[in-house]
């Protein structure tokens, strides 16, 4: 290829940075540019904590991506041409790319009645302020958690900590870390019960009210504020575009991370379908942001030095969960993301956790 070669990396999360950081280790004459609506690097693997009141440290992205030789242009896109291989962005402003790394990440799915309206969420940085504003107004009223997912259960552990006169209610369909082994989900269970943390399990929520939520059975439960963390929906910039697409708007990618549909698009993180072992999608997590968004800037380096990038190998190995500051649950994986024996718990596992969340902002370059 000749001339300079320019490539726009959006989304300044955790696969963005993976790959802006991997595209200047492994190119030469290249410009990046990272492309997001914030500009400062919050790491969202500490929300929970933020959403409790705790001070989380913050990274100018210009700052620390500029030393590193890499353009940050701080702006929302609004809308991808791959005709013209043009961004543009919500003041106007068009970038111009010859390869596109689409890294947006994911927001809270609230699709529910109500929820948009009446819910807080902790999907994203500037929504976790907002929820320990709310959550210490509450007063006596009941703080209902709803999801018993991995992010509802470390909100739930963080705000009872904090907050330990309050009551908090964990609320879903599913028993808290129903895919964990058995004695990952017995700690879990244990040390929510000893935060306090009341758990209601086999409850649908159809409807979230101004004063509580609806369930599928008709029942109404009371609630001073309602957090929700049940999904994940990711921007629908990519399927306006008319990239492939899957029902959720992921793009589909190949086993390089390229997408299917348009051979200059990558796509890594949250928002790309990536098969993983067993052919099963690759879950949205930290755990697969960083790696897939390497993964992308080695495909892209290969190709432009002329070479065809190895596909991806993709395992897990460990899902970390913390339960407040002092417990935590360490959950040691097969390779297809199913859980082994092996299991850590207590003050040993939210030591281990801390140096994960650690070493994750540590490898995309933010510590």
């Not at 010859?98 to 609230?110: F, K, P």
């Given at each position: 290829m000749t001339g300079?070669?320019?490539?726009?990396?959006?989304?300044?999360?955790?696969?963005?940075?993976?790959?802006?950081?991997?595209?200047?280790?492994?190119?030469?004459g290249t410009r990046v540019t990272v492309v997001d609506a914030r500009a400062e690097f919050v790491e969202r693997v500490r929300l929970h904590q933020r959403a409790s009141g705790q001070d989380i440290a913050t990274r100018d992205l210009r700052d620390v991506l500029g030393a590193?030789?890499?353009?940050?242009?701080?702006?929302?896109?609004?809308?991808?041409?791959?005709?013209?291989?043009?961004?543009?962005?919500?003041?106007?402003?068009?970038?111009?790319?010859?390869?596109?790394?689409?890294?947006?990440?994911?927001?809270?799915?609230?699709?529910?009645?109500?929820?948009?309206?009446?819910a807080r969420t902790v999907a994203t940085p500037g929504e976790a302020p907002a929820v320990w504003a709310a959550a210490r107004g509450t007063g006596d009223g009941p703080v209902v958690i709803v999801g018993t997912g991995a992010t509802g259960i470390e909100l739930a552990a963080e705000?009872?900590?904090?907050?330990?006169?309050?009551?908090?209610?964990?609320?879903g369909a599913d028993e808290p870390g129903a895919w964990l082994s058995p004695r990952a989900a017995v700690h879990l269970r244990a040390a929510l019960a000893r935060l306090g943390v009341e758990i209601r399990t086999g409850a649908k929520v159809v409807e979230v009210l101004a004063d509580g939520v609806r369930l599928a059975d008709g029942t109404c439960l009371p609630a001073a504020l309602t957090i929700w963390t049940a999904g994940f929906?990711?921007?629908?910039?990519?399927?306006?575009?008319?990239?492939?697409?899957?029902?959720?708007?992921?793009?589909?990618?190949?086993?390089?991370?390229?997408?299917?549909?348009?051979?200059?698009?990558?796509?890594?993180?949250?928002?790309?379908?990536?098969?993983?072992?067993?052919?099963?999608?690759?879950?949205?997590?930290?755990?697969?942001?960083?790696?897939?968004?390497?993964?992308?800037?080695?495909?892209?380096?290969?190709?432009?030095?002329?070479?065809?990038?190895?596909?991806?190998?993709?395992?897990?190995?460990?899902?970390?969960?913390?339960?407040?500051?002092?417990?935590?649950?360490?959950?040691?994986?097969?390779?297809?993301?199913?859980?082994?024996?092996?299991?850590?718990?207590?003050?040993?596992?939210a030591r281990v956790k801390e140096l994960v969340v650690r070493g994750a902002a540590w490898s995309v370059g933010m510590r």
């Open positions: 300079q070669q320019h490539i726009v990396v959006l989304g300044a999360g955790y696969a963005g940075l993976a790959a802006a950081r991997g595209l200047v280790r492994r190119t030469r590193r030789g890499i353009d940050f242009v701080c702006g929302r896109a609004t809308r991808i041409d791959p005709a013209d291989k043009t961004v543009q962005l919500a003041d106007g402003a068009v970038l111009a790319y010859d390869t596109l790394v689409y890294a947006l990440g994911s927001t809270a799915a609230v699709e529910v009645p109500g929820a948009a309206a009446f705000l009872a900590e904090s907050r330990p006169d309050s009551r908090i209610v964990l609320l929906a990711v921007p629908d910039l990519a399927a306006r575009a008319g990239l492939a697409v899957d029902a959720r708007g992921r793009v589909r990618t190949d086993d390089t991370l390229r997408s299917i549909s348009h051979p200059d698009i990558y796509a890594a993180g949250d928002a790309a379908l990536i098969a993983g072992p067993a052919e099963r999608p690759l879950r949205m997590a930290c755990a697969t942001a960083i790696p897939t968004g390497a993964h992308a800037a080695g495909a892209i380096a290969a190709r432009l030095r002329g070479v065809e990038p190895r596909p991806l190998r993709f395992r897990y190995a460990v899902q970390c969960l913390s339960l407040g500051r002092r417990d935590g649950l360490i959950q040691v994986l097969r390779a297809d993301d199913t859980p082994r024996s092996p299991v850590l718990t207590g003050r040993p596992a």
